[in-house]
């Protein structure tokens, strides 16, 4: 099998810096600056070939072996929990996964709490947790339109300026958890290029602010 490492990044401005990232470790792919419409990217030298794809589908190429390794954000791990292996938190792509709802909102518990979100399992656990019962609304986007208009009285979802919920007059109520960018592994690639995906993550580590 050849060690050639296929690498799955996340479309946008976190993958362009997790790339530059790949780059200061050593696995720099000169066609990647070439224009034009190719998908994938190689560079037979360094030992990569890379493949941007959604964010929230690395974790499926990654799982499912078309991708030896990739770069997924926490809480894609969380919500699906893809059977791979975490190997290193870049530190970068920092947010967090919050409650929120109207700055006023006061839970009253003998009601059942409506919660809308994204991140269904999230915020199962989170409530679960609390031992608290939940009345869960499944949206896709836009989440924050929720408590505005009623549907539900508060949301779990991503907070990372702050600015989506400042301009809809919504505050954080509690954080559920941190959220950054993780690189993750196949595990039948772990095994069978274990010295290049060792290599990758020691050499990846070196140029990360988290260790
Ligand atoms: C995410 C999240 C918030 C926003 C938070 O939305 O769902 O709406 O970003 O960022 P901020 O704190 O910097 O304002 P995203 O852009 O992914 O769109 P969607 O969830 O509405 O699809």
């Known amino acids: 099998?050849?060690?050639?490492?296929?690498?799955?990044?996340?479309?946008?401005?976190?993958?362009?810096?997790?790339?530059?990232?790949?780059?200061?470790?050593?696995?720099?792919?000169?066609?990647?600056?070439?224009?034009?419409?190719?998908?994938?990217?190689?560079?037979?030298?360094?030992?990569?070939?890379?493949?941007?794809?959604k964010p929230s589908d690395v974790a499926i190429y990654v799982e499912r072996g078309a991708a030896d390794v990739g770069v997924a954000g926490k809480d894609i791990l969380l919500e699906y929990t893809p059977q791979v292996y975490e190997l290193l938190d870049f530190g970068i792509g920092k947010c967090k996964m919050c409650v929120c709802g109207r700055p006023d909102f006061r839970d009253d518990p003998a009601r059942t709490l409506r919660v809308a979100t994204k991140f269904t399992k999230i915020a199962r656990d989170y409530y679960a947790g609390l031992g608290r019962q939940i009345d869960m609304i499944h949206l896709n986007g836009s989440i924050e339109l929720a408590p505005i208009l009623g549907l539900s009285d508060v949301i779990v979802d991503i907070v990372e300026t702050g600015a989506t919920l400042r301009e809809n007059g919504l505050a954080v109520l509690s954080q559920v958890c941190d959220i950054s960018a993780r690189l993750i592994a196949n595990r039948v690639s772990s095994k069978f290029k274990y010295e290049a995906v060792t290599q990758l993550t020691r050499r990846l580590s070196q140029v990360t602010e988290v260790k």
């Open 1 to 53: 099998m050849s060690d050639i490492l296929n690498v799955a990044l996340p479309k946008g401005r976190l993958g362009d810096k997790v790339y530059a990232l790949f780059e200061r470790a050593g696995y720099g792919c000169p066609e990647l600056l070439e224009p034009g419409r190719k998908l994938i990217f190689e560079s037979a030298e360094n030992g990569v070939r890379y493949f941007f794809v």
